[in-house]
């Protein structure tokens, strides 16, 4: 059984940052391929990072350069440190797990970027 919390998420102004966490339950995460996705309603859920079992990232476009994902395997945890934050930054954000072709989602946790 795979659990997933993520945490870290809140109001904060344009330009300013935030940092969210993600805890992962089970003895998979080492070998996981983890990342942040994120989804407004009415739009598709679109992935923002990833950081694959050997530390490989990538990111999407539009966060290059503000975002930065990194993960401990010790602790089951991966981070997405946000920078520069804009208001089309808003959305839920996800933490993904992909195991072995399965994906793993957790609840998601909201960022509001607003003045």
Request: net charge neutral; charged share 20%; aromatic share 8%.
């Amino acid at each position: 059984q795979v659990h997933i919390e993520e945490s870290g998420g809140g109001l904060v102004q344009p330009g300013g940052s935030l940092r969210l966490s993600c805890v992962v339950s089970g003895s998979i995460f080492s070998d996981s391929t983890v990342g942040w996705a994120r989804q407004v309603p009415g739009d598709n859920r679109e992935l923002v990072a990833a950081a694959t079992s050997n530390g490989d990232t990538d990111y999407h476009d539009s966060v290059k350069g503000r975002f930065t994902i990194s993960r401990d395997n010790g602790k089951n945890q991966v981070y997405l440190q946000m920078n520069s934050l804009k208001p089309e930054d808003t959305a839920v954000y996800s933490c993904h797990l992909l195991y072995r072709n399965k994906h793993y989602w957790g609840q998601g946790t909201q960022v509001t970027v607003s003045s």
